[in-house]
């Protein structure tokens, strides 16, 4: 992932802020989705399967950033690998706060 990320902002055109408002939103945003998607996969699946659930958390989080930029970039925007760092820094943040408390209320 970090190799995407580098050959993405190797060619970013967006003259963006490491720092603002909606890196905040871009962080939180993805943060929600690789926790809701972890919490799901837990609550449909039946084994303890945490590192399946992790990379689905993940998958799905990296592909709304992803799916965010690409729209962007569709609507004349430019695609801001500034934006997918921080989407790819919340999904992992929120994945590791996820399963920090499921393991603490999981197990026995």
Known sequence: MV???????GFTKAEDSWVGEDKFYHFTA??????????SAAWLD??????AWSGLAMGISTSVGLGKELFDLSQGR??????????????????GVTILVYSLVASP
């Not at 190799?3 to 902002?9: P, Q, R, T, Y």
């Not at 993805?30 to 919490?39: H, K, N, P, R, Y």
């Not at 039946?46 to 590192?51: G, Q, R, V, Y």
């Open 3 to 9: 190799v995407v990320v580098a050959a993405i902002g």
């Open 46 to 51: 039946d084994e303890e399967s945490k590192l």
């Open 30 to 39: 993805s943060m929600v989705v690789s926790q809701a998607s972890f919490a």
């Open 78 to 95: 430019p695609f801001s690998g500034k934006d997918l760092t921080w989407d790819l820094a919340g999904g992992l943040a929120g994945l």
